[in-house]
């Protein structure tokens, strides 16, 4: 049986990095679906369309190519907020539905982070993770993050985007954020990086055992 690691939860929470040491960990391919979002809105942006443009949204999302993920601007903060924005669009996640099960479908299995693979993207995945931190420390975590990178930005603003981005994601029609009923929630408020994998590989492990 493949084994498909679903990954949910808000900005920050840690579940990329978690995802990235699963994947590492059970030689399995990653897909960070954060990515697919920010690329959509990037192509609008570059294009000098606005990102409320939901039908040139719904079109950049079919368009999309695995070669846009490897842009490095994606990882910009004002991309973190542009790809939430065109997130709630019902057509562009409609579009990228099937992108995201293409690769889910890999024989071997596949871990995939995001906010809505537990409950729509792989409803059906044996181990479902939901990743979640106060707002507060996801704020400190991004604040380090930006810092290393040279980008400034005040802890205040950062939280204010965290808190926005939560309701905004919480709140739309098309798969809103929220915890799969079968999934397994991991709080990584007090936890470091090494413990926080060490929790969900074991997670992952009686999940696995269960599933046998």
């Known amino acids: 049986m493949a084994l498909i690691i679903a990954i949910d939860g808000p900005a920050a929470s840690g579940k990329g990095t978690l995802a990235k040491r699963l994947a590492d960990h059970y ?3 990653h897909l960070d679906t954060g990515l697919l979002y920010r690329a959509v809105a990037l192509a609008l942006i570059d294009a000098g369309l606005s990102l409320d443009d939901h039908a040139a949204a719904a079109r950049a999302a079919q368009a999309l190519d695995a070669g846009m993920l490897d842009d ?8 973190g907020e542009a790809a939430s924005r065109v997130s709630a669009v019902p057509e562009v996640r409609a579009g990228l539905l099937a992108w995201q099960r293409r690769f889910a479908a890999d024989p071997q299995g596949a871990v995939l982070d995001g906010r809505d693979i537990g409950t729509v993207v792989c409803p059906d995945a044996p181990v479902k ?5 106060s707002s507060e420390e996801r704020a400190r975590r991004r604040h380090r993050e930006l810092a290393g990178r040279g980008e400034s930005a005040t802890f205040a603003a950062i939280l204010a985007d965290i808190e926005a981005r939560d309701a905004r994601d919480a709140s739309r029609s098309a798969a809103p954020l929220r915890m799969a009923d079968d999934a397994v929630r991991l709080d990584t408020t007090e936890l470091d990086a090494d413990a926080a994998f060490d929790e969900a590989r074991g997670i992952v ?4 055992g269960d599933a046998s």
């Open 72 to 79: 490095p601007r994606l990882r910009d903060r004002a991309m």
């Open 205 to 208: 492990e009686r999940a696995r």
């Open 27 to 29: 030689g399995l391919p």
């Open 129 to 133: 993770l939901f990743i979640t931190a």
